[in-house]
């Protein structure tokens, strides 16, 4: 999914940022918490930050990671008075915030902008339902399999072998992804391995057989640009 901010012009990306307050967040830290009040959008100058949703106490599953010239915040600000995740950097972050007054001011008078946002918007509605889908409705198994796929799609180079997933994969943030356990993430990917579906040399993944995975959340009738984590 493309980000917010390079779906946009130069003087929009201007206007828009000239109204913020940059902020440094360090790794780990907690941006805003469900339930709080919605008070700002923000934007990603550098970094990245996770959305996630609390589903029982010690378990949670992550909704979006947001990138550099991507945003947060918009499940609340557009849909109501209070968050409805909460966010935290996985990593050393910069990021713009805007107050929500200043924000509807904006987009009230620039309807182009008002319409890229709408965009971005629905396309981050749609792959979250897409995402929400993938994990309830195919069991644990369908679940790891739709973040691999996820995987593929974003940083997956295709080789003589099969795909190669180009980043590290650590499978207890495949369990955070999901909400469930590593033992079961990696007793998953163990059967995968003995079926040679998939390969790992240390943390990296070969995808063997990436029809599997498709077969398996009857992926054919998907937009692979909303299938991202």
């Known amino acids: 999914m493309t980000p917010l901010l390079e779906r ?19 790794r ?10 919605a008070e700002y ?8 930050i996770r959305v996630f949703k609390e589903m029982r106490e010690g378990n949670d599953i992550t909704i979006f990671l ?27 972050s910069k990021i713009f915030y805007i107050k929500k007054e ?16 709408t965009r971005w918007v629905a396309d981050s509605l749609e792959a979250s339902k897409a995402k929400i889908r993938d994990y309830l409705a195919f069991g644990s198994e369908g679940a790891v399999a739709s973040v691999f796929i996820r995987y593929t799609n974003m940083y997956g180079i ?7 997933i180009n980043k590290p994969i650590v ?16 007793r998953i990917v163990n059967k995968w391995k003995e079926q040679e579906i998939i390969e790992k040399n240390n943390k990296l993944f070969l995808i063997k057989d990436i029809t599997y995975f498709r077969k398996l959340l009857n992926c054919k009738n998907c937009a692979v640009e909303n299938c991202v984590l």
């Open 171 to 186: 499978l207890q943030d495949i369990g955070r992804h999901i909400g469930i356990s590593r033992e079961t993430v990696s």
């Open 41 to 48: 959008l923000y934007f990603i100058k550098q970094g990245r």
């Open 102 to 117: 200043a924000l509807e001011e904006i987009l009230s008078r620039y309807g182009r902008l008002s319409l890229e946002f």
């Open 28 to 37: 780990g830290e907690i941006i805003f918490e469900e339930g709080g009040l």
């Open 158 to 164: 295709v080789t003589t072998e099969g795909i190669k």
């Open 66 to 92: 947001r990138g550099e010239q991507d945003c947060f915040g918009e499940i609340g600000i557009f849909s109501g008075r209070h968050y409805s995740n909460s966010a935290k950097a996985t990593e050393n």
């Open 8 to 26: 946009l012009n130069i003087t929009d990306t201007s206007m828009l940022l000239d109204s913020c307050e940059l902020h440094k967040i360090k």
